[in-house]
């Protein structure tokens, strides 16, 4: 909806009312239709001012709209009919204008915005491109190589750097709508050819091929198989080389193809998941909307290896006072010194001035006796973490939280330590903990919504997703990485190499494969964790068959490498070799071919032609198999909570939603077949036994993926 408003005697106000956001639903474009007509039709209205109610301008075309039928008048011709008005029309641009709704303000003869405001063209983040003429205003607006960087990105600038594209004609710290009201004011009289933005010539750069042929490159590099990306190339490439009607005609194409494609469909799902992990629920019935968080203003982190330091620089750069506590005195000093780099380089980037003065640091556990909420990160070592929680339950205030960086262990034991275990939970964070999107926020039996709440609250002050989630070994992300990881072992014993086991992940979109992945995070960090369990132990120790554990299959070739020091990137050799330690750069290992040929011989394996396919089916639907026991289990209260885990955390192309999405896209029951069938030929390997979910959701006509939680609701009752 829209409403209308004379204001200053000749002004036609236009403001959009659609809350949240004011997206351009089929009920707001009618309005915007019939509000231009009425202001061009009334003699007394020398301009128009469109503006956004409570402070936004325009969120964009409205998503909940993609998936249904379009009705309403569309958004091109309502966007061109502003172009062709016989009347200024001026955008007043406060809070934002994104996607469509830069689309109309570029429709607009000026465009005025809060210097809060931010301005872009996202739809490639919803495998879309800028489609009501977006793709071929801006360049025409702000040349060839500002625009796409910014259509291709979809990255948010703010009115300064608008200002500064030439996006945007004026800012003000003033209430903007006034502003634009007086500016319409003025330029009632002005031409207005000069300010419709469809009829610019598109400037383009000397070298315009060879910036284009730059510019496609690096996105097929960096898409990973997005297809949206290419399609923003190509439409600002139609831009600046096709007069305008052919641009539009090109820009339509180009979207009709993105629109229907499951890619788009994928993107737009993730969307709306990425909102759904904040509306979290607990099995006790709490949730996000019924448990209040506490404020916190000073925290504390306990251990300063890797993490604590990257939980550090992620808490005082959101502003929090932070106790920072390393017991060894040269370990403080190098953490306090790589501390301050990482801030020092963060605040850099982003023009401000570093957070250093937020850090206190100290060898003394006793310094954290004030503070809010601790995040205890030292080493992933059960003992350890049991001593360091009793020793904070007696230090602190009663009232802190305490909070444990643990990637898998139990939350529950570690809050028996204390006095009060209501107040401890989970805060798994993703090395490089400053950097990585994602927090899981595990809650166990005895963790209190408040607890929860907060630990919530804190992860988005500090700029994380977070998802809350149940307590179980590996949480969500890493108990789903253990049957991936485990095929990825299997499928070497029966023949495939670590090369084209990576190249099918990374073909199907992982920024890398799982044993690249295992070089860059370090071989023996498993290793430890399966030496505690028992499992990686030589078969003298246990009587136990190299391939059998606790009447499993089992692969000890991550255990025979590290016996060898190959622990991957930082030993120089691993899955791969490298040309030193540290190196990034994998090659084939001959060494490592002989090893597999040598190992297969020594336990009879005959290793037989892999191909992609059952690289794929068996990696991916293991690892989807897991995610419906976490489900069924009521780890995670959705589908969704998994997704998002997975594409923020693990890698998990974007573009494909998730793996619980993906398992919806290829079909439950062909997943259900396949598990089946790969558990037929290998029944010693539990993990591919198909979960009872699973089969629930498929003998229930496999509802879409929107409504796979209440079939869930069903089964847990039933359990
Ligand atoms: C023909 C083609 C034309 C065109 O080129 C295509 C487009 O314009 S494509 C569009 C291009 N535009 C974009 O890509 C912009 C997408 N939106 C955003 O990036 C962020 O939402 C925004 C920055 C606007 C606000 O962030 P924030 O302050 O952190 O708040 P938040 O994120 O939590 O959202 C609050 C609520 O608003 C909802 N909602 C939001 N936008 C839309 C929408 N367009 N529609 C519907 N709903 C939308 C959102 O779901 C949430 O609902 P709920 O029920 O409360 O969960």
Redesign the pocket.
């Given at each position: 909806m829209a409403q209308y408003t004379r204001v200053s005697g000749s002004v036609g106000l236009i403001t959009l009312q659609s809350p949240?956001?004011n997206?351009?639903?089929a009920a707001v474009r009618q309005g915007i239709v019939d509000l231009m007509q009425r202001a061009l039709s009334e003699p007394e209205v020398k301009s128009v001012v469109i503006c956004g109610q409570n402070g936004?301008f325009c969120?964009?075309?409205?998503?909940?709209?993609?998936g249904g039928q379009m009705s309403g008048p569309?958004?091109?011709p309502m966007i061109h009919a502003i172009e062709a008005a016989s009347k200024p029309v001026v955008a007043a641009i406060e809070g934002?204008a994104?996607?469509?709704?830069l689309?109309l303000a570029l429709g607009c003869h000026y465009r005025i915005a809060h210097s809060k405001a931010?301005v872009g063209?996202?739809?490639v983040?919803?495998g879309?491109?800028?489609?009501?003429g977006?793709s071929q205003r801006l360049p025409r607006l702000i040349g060839v190589p500002a625009a796409l960087d910014l259509i291709t990105t979809?990255r948010?600038v703010t009115a300064a750097e608008a200002l500064k594209f030439g996006l945007v004609d004026q800012i003000t710290d003033h209430n903007t709508v006034n502003v634009a009201v007086k500016f319409a004011q003025r330029v009632t009289d002005q031409p207005l050819d000069a300010r419709r933005i469809s009829t610019y010539p598109c400037l383009c750069p000397p070298d315009v091929d060879v910036l284009f042929e730059e510019v496609m490159q690096s996105v097929r590099r960096t898409a990973r198989g997005a297809i949206a990306p290419i399609a923003c190339v190509q439409a600002v490439r139609a831009a600046a080389t096709l007069p305008y009607n052919q641009g539009m005609e090109r820009e339509r194409e180009l979207?009709a193809t993105l629109?229907t494609s499951g890619q788009a469909h994928a993107l737009q799902y993730f969307?709306?998941a990425?909102?759904?992990v904040?509306?979290w629920s607990m099995p006790s019935g709490a949730r996000w909307d019924t448990s209040k968080p506490r404020p916190v203003h000073k925290a504390a982190v306990i251990g300063l290896g890797t993490m604590g330091r990257g939980i550090t620089v992620a808490l005082a750069q959101a502003g929090f006072s932070v106790v920072a506590v390393e017991t060894q005195e040269k370990q403080l000093m190098e953490a306090k010194q790589a501390i301050s780099g990482m801030l020092e380089r963060g605040a850099k980037r982003r023009g401000v001035a570093p957070a250093l003065d937020k850090i206190n640091y100290g060898r003394n556990i006793q310094s954290v006796a004030d503070v809010d909420l601790v995040i205890e990160a030292v080493f992933e070592d059960m003992a350890l973490k049991k001593k360091v929680f009793q020793q904070l339950s007696a230090v602190c205030k009663p009232s802190t939280f305490l909070c444990s960086n643990t990637s898998g262990l139990d939350i529950d034991q570690l809050a028996c330590q204390t006095r009060n275990p209501e107040l401890v939970v989970g805060m798994h964070f993703f090395a490089p903990a400053h950097v990585m999107k994602l927090l899981e926020v595990v809650y166990g039996p005895k963790s209190s919504p408040l607890a929860v709440a907060t630990a919530m609250q804190l992860g988005k002050k500090i700029g994380k997703v977070s998802v809350a989630v149940g307590n179980c070994r590996g949480f969500v992300g890493n108990r789903m990485l253990k049957p991936y990881l485990e095929q990825a072992l299997f499928l070497l014993e029966e023949g495939a190499t670590p090369e084209f086991v990576d190249q099918v992940l990374e073909e199907f979109g992982f920024a890398m494969g799982v044993f690249r992945m295992s070089d860059l995070s370090g071989l023996d960090v498993g290793w430890k964790v399966r030496m505690a369990d028992g499992l990686a132990m030589p078969d003298s120790t246990t009587g136990q068959p190299t391939r059998l554990r606790q009447g499993r299959r089992y692969s000890p070739l991550g255990d025979l490498l590290c016996e060898q020091r190959r622990f991957g990137q930082k030993t120089g050799r691993g899955w791969y070799q490298y040309d030193k330690p540290g190196s990034q750069v994998a090659k084939p290992d001959p060494w490592l071919h002989r090893f597999l040929d040598e190992y297969r011989a020594r336990h009879a394996l005959v290793a037989h032609r892999i191909d992609h396919q059952e690289v794929l089916e068996r990696c991916l639907y293991s690892m989807i198999n897991e995610g419906f026991r976490i489900l069924e289990d009521g780890i995670a209260a959705g589908p969704e909570d998994i997704d998002v885990i997975y594409v923020f955390g693990y890698s998990w192309p974007r573009h494909r939603g998730g793996p619980m999405f993906y398992a919806a896209t290829v079909g439950l029951n062909k997943v259900l077949e396949r598990l089946e069938h790969y558990y037929q030929a290998h029944p010693d390997v539990p993990s591919l036994q198909p979960c009872p979910l699973l089969r629930k959701l498929v003998a229930s006509g496999s509802p879409p993926i929107q409504k796979w939680r209440e079939v869930i609701k069903k089964v847990r009752s039933q359990l």
């Open positions: 949240p956001v997206a351009l639903s936004i969120g964009g075309a409205d998503i909940k709209e993609f569309p958004l091109i934002i994104l996607g469509g709704g689309e931010k063209l996202p739809e983040t919803l879309l491109l800028p489609g009501a977006g979809g948010h979207l629109f969307f709306f990425q909102r759904a904040g509306r």
